[in-house]
């Protein structure tokens, strides 16, 4: 059993920072991708970003430019630096991560619950 906690939403104005965080804790080998999700109210949850075990990163164009995603593999820690904020990316944030539990080869995903990230104009 994995579980993903994430951590440091909350509310900003427009133009400001919020770095949110996921940590993954559980039986885990090791981490393959690690991403990003949003869902805005009454939107379908989209892609923000994501990295590979290598450190390659891709990002939705809305993100390009303003979030930079980045990961501590020897905490098993993903983060996602936000900067100039604009109310559409109001949302809550999900980190997903797909996980290899024993080092055999199947790998796994799992999701977060979930961080509230509202940007007022």
């Known amino acids: 059993q994995v579980q993903l906690v994430e951590s440091g939403g909350g509310l900003v104005q427009a133009g400001g920072s919020l770095r949110v965080s996921c940590a993954a804790s559980?039986?885990?080998?090791?981490?393959?991708?690690m991403a990003w999700y949003r869902q805005a109210p009454g939107k379908q949850r989209e892609l923000v970003a994501t990295?590979?075990?290598?450190?390659?990163?891709n990002y939705a164009d809305s993100a390009k430019g303003r979030f930079t995603i980045s990961r501590d593999s020897t905490k098993n820690t993903m983060y996602l630096q936000m900067n100039s904020l604009k109310p559409e990316d109001t949302g809550v944030y999900y980190c997903?991560?797909?996980?290899?539990?024993?080092?055999?080869?199947?790998?796994?995903?799992?999701w977060g619950q979930g961080t509230q990230v509202t940007v007022s104009s």
């Open positions: 997903y991560v797909v996980y290899n539990p024993d080092g055999g080869g199947l790998f796994y995903d799992v």
């Open positions: 990295i590979t075990s290598g450190g390659s990163t």
């Open positions: 559980g039986r885990i080998f090791s981490i393959n991708t």
